[in-house]
Nanobody
């Protein structure tokens, strides 16, 4: 199993940017799809973006494409999420996850490893 540690969250004003990182250890290179999910209190954990192995295909939820960019550095075992034009509704805890498959799927049930999450708070 793989261990995942997120970093890069914080407090930012609307319109600002953050870059989240997810350090992968325990199974490197991690030849599986990976993704970012987010969850707010009282809501379900939902997919934000995903990327296959080795990174040739990406997925974005809804209107996030154009503001968010997912990427992976396989040489350094790190997953990234660049978030631009942040909005208050982007406020959530963001989780990095590793899938059981090489291709990306959107269901959290298809992911067998999760990080502890990093909080992103966007103020208006």
């Amino acid at each position: 199993q793989v261990q995942l540690v997120e970093s890069g969250g914080g407090l930012v004003q609307a319109g600002g940017s953050l870059r989240l990182s997810c350090a992968v250890s325990g199974r490197t290179p991690n030849k599986f799809a990976m993704g970012w999910f987010r969850q707010s209190p009282g809501t379900e954990r939902r997919v934000v973006a995903g990327i296959n192995w080795p990174g040739s295909s990406t997925y974005y939820s809804g209107t996030l494409k154009g503001r968010f960019t997912i990427s992976r550095d396989n040489a350094n075992n790190t997953l990234y999420l660049q978030m631009n034009g942040l909005k208050p509704e982007d406020t959530a805890k963001y989780y990095c996850a590793s899938s059981r498959t090489m291709g990306f799927t959107t269901s959290p049930a298809d992911f067998d490893s999760w990080g502890q999450g990093t909080q992103v708070t966007v103020t208006s």
